[in-house]
């Protein structure tokens, strides 16, 4: 298999749209989603309210307030429900996006599942949201600016491995993370060094801005 190196020099003038898959790219296939329940009847300090999903966004600290390093958490529920979703996101991973963002490339979260906080942190870096969808492959055709060619997608899902044959046969980038389900190593073209949630998303962008600027 090639390095991301090799194949992303090979193809990086062709991409426009870089599309990634949220659960197990942005975070960790061991940690995945967390569920909490808020044992207080009052809604903490902090949250705000969208579209009757209250989120909030925390930095993770250390047992002696120290904030962690490359960590954000995200926080969501419904208004009155003492049950809230936990996302943990990785900040390198959103730096890359925005200077990604910022060369002209455009960066989708695309997500089977339907999550307040992955919203949140895409509109934050200035990214696209396609969320609760179940058929990917088909709702991309779908979709005007879609050429499988000009795209590069990362997922680790068994699931997304038809798409990610697809959009490598059709010329495009298709790359798993090194702990990725065995369907999607063997569909992809490469494999980043980074484990979902620390780091995929940041060194395919490094790689691709490094390509940027050497032409």
Known sequence: MKSIQEVIAAKAARITHLLTDVDGVHTSREAGVSICELLSENIPYGFTEVNGDIIRPLIPCDVFGVPEKDGLVYISGKAGNPVFEVYRFYTPDGQG??????????????????????RVRADALGAQAALGITEK???LN????????????VS????DAPL????????????????????ALAAAECITHASGGRGVIAEIAKVMLSEQKAR
């Open 164 to 183: 990610l044959k697809a959009i490598r046969e059709a010329g495009g980038i298709a790359i798993a993370p090194a702990d990725a389900q065995p369907e």
């Open 97 to 118: 996006i925005i200077d990604l963002i910022s060369h002209r490339i455009a960066v989708w979260f695309i997500s089977g599942r339907n999550s307040p906080c992955v």
């Open 142 to 153: 779908q979709q005007e600016w879609f050429n499988p060619g000009s795209t590069l997608f």
């Open 156 to 159: 680790d899902n068994a699931s």
């Open 137 to 139: 492959h088909s709702w």
